[in-house]
């Protein structure tokens, strides 16, 4: 969804301004769940080596790859 533009030279009216910021406020919630995923998504990506991760990020990709090995296994066993 769209906002409303401001007319150029003129004020936005109060109710078009109301809904921008309802547009704002969904288009924000979506916006952060999309960030959370990016922030899961980074341990998958990691192409360097283990040592240089700390250990919060190195058990989170641990069980990353064990999550995506077994949603493999499932899919050739089906």
């Given amino acids: 969804m769209i906002g409303y533009k401001k007319p150029r030279g003129k004020k936005l009216p109060p109710a078009k301004k109301q809904v921008n910021q309802l547009i704002a406020a969904e288009r924000a919630a979506c ?7 990016k922030n899961w998504r980074a341990p998958a990506r990691h192409l360097g080596r283990r040592e240089h991760l700390d250990d919060t990020v190195q058990a989170v990709a641990g069980l990353l790859s064990q999550q995506q090995n077994a949603d493999r296994i499932l899919a050739w066993q089906t």
């Fill in 31 to 37: 916006e952060h769940a999309f960030a959370h995923l």
